[in-house]
C-alpha cells in the first residue's frame, strides 16, 4: 500500500483539522489503519488507529475525546479529524498501513509495514 497524507498546517490553540490519507493498493480495506506523529527532539507515537472495516478503534490517552479516527473504503482513505487542539499536539503526523486486519498490538510501530511521507500541523497558543 502507498500512501499519502495531507491537509496539515498551522493552526490557532483551540482550533481544528482534518488531516486525510490517500492509499493506493488493492490491500487498504483489508488491513487496520493509523495515525502517528512525531514531536521536534521526540519519538514517533502512536495517536490512532482504526479497524479494517472500521467498527473499532483506538485511541491515545493524549488524543482521547478530541481526535476522532475514520474510513472510507471505497475511496480508500483514512481520515484523522483533530478538535480542540493544543500547542503540544504539534508534530509531523503520518498514517500507516498495518500489516493485518486488527489486533491488540496495533498501537505498535511494529504492526505497520506501509508509512507515508508526513504533514505537519502546528498548533500555535
Known amino acids: 500500500v502507498q500512501l499519502q497524507a495531507y491537509g496539515g498546517g498551522l493552526v490557532q490553540a483551540g482550533g481544528s483539522l482534518r488531516l486525510s490519507c490517500a492509499a493506493s493498493?488493492?490491500?487498504?480495506?483489508?488491513?487496520?489503519m493509523g495515525w502517528f506523529r512525531q514531536a521536534p527532539g521526540k519519538e514517533r507515537e502512536f495517536v490512532a488507529a482504526i479497524r479494517w472495516d472500521g467498527s473499532n478503534t483506538v485511541y491515545a490517552d493524549s488524543v482521547k475525546g478530541r481526535f476522532t479516527i475514520s474510513r472510507d473504503n471505497a475511496k480508500s482513505t483514512v481520515y484523522l479529524q483533530m478538535n480542540s487542539l493544543k500547542p503540544e499536539d504539534t508534530a509531523v503526523y503520518y498514517c500507516?498501513?498495518?500489516?493485518?486486519?486488527?489486533?491488540?498490538?496495533?498501537?505498535?510501530?511494529?504492526?505497520?509495514?506501509?508509512w507515508g511521507q508526513g504533514t505537519l500541523v502546528t498548533v500555535s497558543s
Open positions: 500507516a498501513a498495518a500489516n493485518r486486519p486488527w489486533g491488540p498490538w496495533i498501537t505498535g510501530h511494529g504492526a505497520y509495514d506501509s
Open positions: 493498493g488493492r490491500t487498504f480495506s483489508s488491513v487496520a
